[in-house]
Nanobody, 124 residues
Framework: QLQLVESGGGLVQAGGSLRLSCAASGRNFYNNGFGWFRQAPGKEREFVAGLSRWSGTTTYTDAVKGRFTVSRDNAVNTVYLQMNSLQPEDTAVYYC?????????????????WGQGTQVTVSS
């Protein structure tokens, strides 16, 4: 079982950057795939980026391709989401999620563990 804690959110101007961190505690960090999701006010939660557990394969929703990068550091049990060229439409609460399974995971139901979320606000 994993416990996930996100950090790194905040207020940034359009065109700026933020790096979100997802610190995991518990066993078998390496055996988990991870995903980042976001939920804007009045909208459904949506998939943003994913990272498979062993091969490190990444996948992104079209809206963030070329701007966001997901990565992991197994030495410190942390997953990152580097967000560049942020736009107001990226404003949302961002959630980290984990699952002890392989493959490309993009659905919320694929994941067993969730963090509490961190707010990202992009001003125009």
């Amino acid at each position: 079982q994993l416990q996930l804690v996100e950090s790194g959110g905040g207020l940034v101007q359009a065109g700026g950057s933020l790096r979100l961190s997802c610190a995991a505690s518990g066993r078998n960090f390496y055996n988990n795939g991870f995903g980042w999701f976001r939920q804007a006010p009045g909208k459904e939660r949506e998939f943003v980026a994913g990272l498979s557990r062993w091969s490190g394969t990444t996948t992104y929703t079209d809206a963030v391709k070329g701007r966001f990068t997901v990565s992991r550091d197994n030495a410190v049990n942390t997953v990152y989401l580097q967000m560049n060229s942020l736009q107001p439409e990226d404003t949302a609460v961002y959630y980290c999620a984990a699952a002890n399974k392989g493959g490309i995971l993009t659905r919320g139901t694929d994941f067993s563990y969730w963090g509490q979320g961190t707010q990202v606000t992009v001003s125009s």
